[in-house]
């Protein structure tokens, strides 16, 4: 489906009572981000926002996509895998051989639909460009400061295009854009990213680099510059196959090199000086649930600021999960998995990304084995994939094939993974690139990955017969805490219900190799035989909360650098997921802080939350992690 406009996606959400309009004051300095994240973290009272009142002309929408509900609307769709049905019809009318005539005169239509998806540039002023400022001035738009640390202003749901100078073929990515003053703001684009190859090439030229920036339109539009593409296919061509219609594209006034969505709701025109000196950006809560600390990016300089007449501003938030950015997230789990399926890793049947794994830090993969080995294989090819190459834990199983479990029945899958697992034979290290916000890397952009191979092992891989796990009636959480103090608290619970041997502990360290000892000592006591798996968090981390111990051990964990071996067999797994420094782990990074809102800010929106006839007041949810914190900054000090 094809929204001729962001309004008119709202109207479809209000309709569908997805929406709530709040119509009393309220600043997009902090205050927007504060209710938004208490809605979007309440299952039952998650909507999408129009703050109508924002202090500007403009009002703002936020959390729009934020639920899996509201991401097949802005989709188009009934379901997400109403997608993968259509990608594959359409893979396979495309891939099967055409021996005769017919077969060829047959696949015209299929063609011809395909080329009416193709992008089109039109020779006239497009909606966007209603209004143009007389000057430039981003303070008159109702930009977010989402979280207290974070360094200013942030444009969060930017469209950003950019073209290679060599051969024009066009970029649209999502990078969030600080502002500096009212036409100038910093471009976040990574090393690994396509703008960031188009800039280098700029540089080489010693040119001035156009860029142009979209805000709103089709929803269709904005998660089409999220979407992992490979570098020659345009995000518009995607963005016409999912809504069915092809994008209309216009010139923009200041730098007609570079085209944009007819029926965007602004557009912010501009260009990067590649030979000028970048500017300190950040910090920033990012996706991760941790700030991105500041770091070196170019200077975007704004020449024009064009919008429709009745212009909405999209917005988002991102911090601790979940947050919107989880089911854009979801939609590209399913929307990418027919390209990985019938391009690269045929095997896969099934993919999932977990919310608390943050995109790349957990990857869960079905496959349909046959052969032994088959399992590293298709580690090897995903870690090749894409932005797979950022994965930094693969689970893979053939349970689904096998007993019919749903890949998103986490406890069945864990259970099916480790029935099948000799952790000592079946987990795999490597290193290689990462995400640049991966804070645990020793080096940035540089680090540790490990595969779980949970799959059904043949007669060539066993190195010994898998035992089954019974859990320890005598366990002890208690004993095992009077024994070693440093343990804040144990989870053995799903061991003992679920059958899973799995431990998670969190530990107050304090010395080097404090958590390599505390390992060693655990794995020589009865009650842990038969544990194939222990994972280490922070003492501050209530281990009872299974989703907050795998988001934190997750983002804390380099796999390679961080896992050791102990027990018997030395087939006792521990992983350290706590944060590292450099007095206990020679760790030289900053180490960032996680995402909370302010006391000052809540006590705000408390004050406000009646006013907003939204319902009855929900209690912050940062409120429940600031023991988490270390200081009061955006990265912690070695303070252990």
Same mark, same amino acid.
């Given at each position: 489906m094809a929204y001729k406009s962001l309004q008119e996606f709202?109207?479809?959400?209000?309709?569908?009572?997805?929406?709530?309009? $709040?119509?009393?004051?309220?600043?997009?300095?902090?205050?927007?981000?504060?209710?938004? #994240? +208490?809605?979007?973290?309440?299952?039952?009272?998650?909507?999408?926002?129009?703050?109508?009142?924002?202090?500007?002309?403009?009002?703002?929408?936020?959390?729009?996509?934020?639920?899996?509900?509201?991401? %097949?609307?802005?989709?188009?769709? *009934?379901?997400?895998?109403?997608?993968i049905r259509d990608m594959e019809s359409l893979f396979k009318k495309l891939a099967t051989p055409k021996t005769g005539l017919i077969d060829k005169l047959a696949l015209l239509p299929e063609l011809n639909k395909f080329a009416s998806w193709m992008p089109r540039v039109v020779k006239r002023k497009g909606e966007c460009q209603e209004v143009v400022m007389d000057k430039p001035n981003l303070d008159l738009l109702p930009i977010l400061k989402c979280w207290p640390q974070d360094g200013g202003r942030f444009?969060?749901?930017?469209?950003?295009?950019?073209?290679?100078?060599?051969?024009?073929? +066009?970029?649209?990515?999502?990078? +969030?854009?600080?502002v500096f003053a009212p036409d100038l703001t910093a471009l976040h684009w990574h090393k690994h990213k396509v703008s960031a190859g188009h800039f280098n090439e700029y540089k080489k030229l010693g040119k001035r680099m156009p860029v142009a920036v979209a805000l709103g339109g089709d929803p269709i539009y904005t998660y089409a510059a999220t979407a992992p593409l490979p570098s020659n296919v345009d995000e518009y061509m995607l963005a016409g196959f999912l809504r069915k219609k092809?994008?209309?594209?216009?010139? %923009?006034?200041?730098?007609?090199?570079?085209?944009?969505?007819?029926?965007?709701?602004?557009?912010?025109?501009?260009?990067?000086?590649?030979?000028?000196?970048?500017?300190?950006?950040?910090?920033?809560? #990012?996706?991760?649930g941790y700030y991105s600390l500041p770091d070196w990016y170019p200077r975007f300089h704004v020449t024009a600021i064009t919008h429709k007449k009745n212009a909405i501003y999209p917005a988002t938030i991102v911090g601790i999960p979940p947050q919107e950015d989880a089911w854009i997230g979801k939609a590209t789990e399913r929307i990418f998995l027919t390209p990985i399926k019938m391009t690269m890793v045929p095997e896969i049947t099934d993919m999932n990304m977990p919310i608390e794994g943050v995109f790349h830090n957990l990857v869960i993969s079905t496959i349909h084995k046959e052969y032994a080995g088959q399992g590293q294989k298709v580690m090897n090819a995903m870690w090749g994939a894409g932005q797979m190459m950022f994965n930094k834990i693969l689970v893979l199983s053939d349970g689904v094939n096998d007993s019919k479990i749903k890949i998103d029945d986490y406890a069945a899958l864990a259970k099916y993974v480790f029935d099948n697992l000799n952790p000592a034979n079946d987990v795999y290290f490597s290193n290689g690139p990462m995400d640049v916000l991966d804070h645990s890397c020793s080096k940035m952009g540089f680090g540790g990955k490990m595969c779980i191979d949970g799959t059904?092992?043949?007669?060539?891989?066993?190195?010994?017969?898998?035992?089954?796990?019974?859990?320890?009636?005598?366990?002890?959480?208690?004993?095992?805490?009077?024994?070693?103090?440093?343990?804040?608290?144990?989870?053995?619970?799903?061991?003992?219900?679920?059958? $899973?041997?799995?431990?998670?502990?969190?530990?107050?360290?304090? +010395?080097? *190799?404090?958590?390599?000892?505390?390992?060693?000592?655990? %794995?020589?006591?009865?009650?842990?035989?038969?544990?194939?798996?222990?994972?280490y968090v922070e003492h501050t981390v209530n281990t009872e909360d299974i989703a907050d111990v795998l988001w934190r051990f997750c983002n804390n964990l380099d796999p390679k650098r961080d896992h050791f071996y102990s027990g018997k067999e030395k087939n006792i797994l521990g992983l350290d997921g706590t944060r590292k420094t450099k007095t206990f782990d020679n760790f030289d990074r900053p180490w960032p802080n996680i995402i909370v809102a302010d006391k000052e800010t809540?006590?705000?929106?408390?004050?406000?939350? @009646?006013?907003? @006839?939204?319902?009855?007041?929900?209690?912050?949810?940062?409120?429940?992690?600031?023991?988490?914190?270390?200081?009061?900054?955006?990265?912690?000090?070695d303070n252990n």
């Open positions: 709202i109207d479809v959400l209000d309709k569908a009572g997805e929406l709530l309009r $709040i119509k009393t004051f309220v600043d997009p300095v902090l205050e927007i981000a504060e209710i938004t #994240d +208490r809605i979007s973290k309440t299952a039952n009272r998650n909507k999408a926002l129009l703050f109508e009142n924002t202090g500007t002309q403009f009002p703002l929408l936020i959390n729009s996509m934020g639920s899996e509900k509201r991401m %097949c609307m802005a989709l188009g769709v *009934n379901e997400l895998d109403d997608i444009i969060t749901l930017p469209a950003i295009h950019t073209k290679d100078p060599i051969s024009g073929s +066009r970029n649209i990515g999502m990078y +969030r854009m600080q092809r994008v209309e594209l216009v010139r %923009c006034l200041t730098q007609p090199d570079i085209e944009v969505p007819a029926d965007a709701d602004f557009i912010i025109e501009g260009y990067v000086d590649t030979e000028e000196e970048l500017i300190w950006e950040g910090p920033f809560g #990012d996706h991760t059904k092992k043949l007669e060539e891989e066993l190195v010994m017969p898998l035992s089954k796990f019974i859990p320890n009636e005598l366990f002890s959480a208690s004993k095992i805490i009077a024994l070693y103090p440093e343990i804040t608290s144990l989870n053995y619970d799903i061991a003992k219900n679920l059958g $899973i041997p799995v431990l998670f502990i969190a530990v107050n360290k304090s +010395r080097p *190799n404090h958590v390599l000892e505390l390992h060693d000592k655990l %794995c020589e006591l009865p009650e842990i035989v038969g544990l194939k798996m222990i994972l809540i006590k705000i929106v408390d004050d406000k939350w @009646n006013s907003l @006839n939204i319902g009855e007041k929900i209690i912050s949810p940062s409120l429940r992690y600031f023991t988490q914190l270390y200081g009061g900054g955006a990265s912690v000090l």
